[in-house]
């Protein structure tokens, strides 16, 4: 099916162990976007990729690690999951253009509970 | 921080009446988007404004945009049980800068 998928939906793990999120998109947009919402924070910028292997630092990038191999894909990473990170994250991506000349398209989300 | 502020932080209104929503931001924009999200749901893109327009409509919904005020309202008109939902601005500030989100409006609209 065409648009922003993310995988899983709902994840549970510890503290200390490696999880990643998945996202995956089928309009070949250049540009993708990982946010975290927080109550009391609304949306923030976690990283962001303008193409396949150019990622940038958003506001909170801390702990976190992203990559970008294919265009469709943008994988992020905790690398060692703290309870500060259980959050609701969500994946977007744009067309290309400068960074925010457009509007985004977001997936479901990702609720993540750090125990 | 250069975040775009939203005001009233929650707003509750009677199915049929209009509801108006603020953003306020501090420097100079690009453009400023404004975009709903559905309890438990991805945001979606309501409308684009760019620096250089003043007001935009889509259906039941008007923006304006007063950059001499540094601030933009939000406007659903005639609104129904449907529209409750929390309504986040979002600003692209000048140069190649990825959108900043406000902290949203929570609107409830009573049928």
């Known amino acids: 099916d065409a648009g922003i998928t993310q995988s899983p939906r709902y994840k549970i793990t510890e503290t200390g162990r490696q999880v990643t999120l998945m996202c995956h998109q089928t309009?070949?947009?250049?540009?993708m976007f990982w946010y975290r919402q927080d109550l009391g924070h609304g949306l923030r910028l976690i990283y962001y990729?303008?193409?396949?292997?150019?990622?940038d630092k958003g506001e909170v990038p801390d702990g976190y690690v992203v990559s970008r191999s294919k265009t469709e894909n943008f994988p992020l990473t905790l690398e060692s999951a703290t309870r500060s990170q259980t959050s609701v994250y969500f994946c977007a991506s744009s067309e290309s253009g400068t960074t925010g000349a457009y509007e985004q398209y977001f997936g479901p989300g990702t609720r993540l509970t750090v125990t | 921080s250069q975040q775009g502020e939203e005001d009233p932080q929650a707003l509750s209104i009677q199915e049929g009446e209009n509801a108006t929503m603020n953003c306020s931001y501090k420097t100079s924009i690009n453009n400023l988007q404004w975009y709903r999200q559905n309890s438990g749901r991805g945001l979606v893109h309501l409308i684009l404004i760019r620096s250089n327009e003043r007001e935009k409509h889509s259906g039941r919904l008007r923006v304006t945009l007063d950059t001499s005020k540094k601030s933009s309202s939000l406007l659903i008109t005639a609104s129904r049980a449907a529209d409750t939902a929390s309504y986040f601005c979002a600003t692209v500030f000048s140069g190649n800068t990825p959108l900043v989100f406000g902290k949203g409006t929570r609107l409830s609209v009573i049928a």
């Open positions: 990729s303008a193409a396949a292997d150019i990622t």
């Open positions: 309009w070949s947009h250049s540009y």
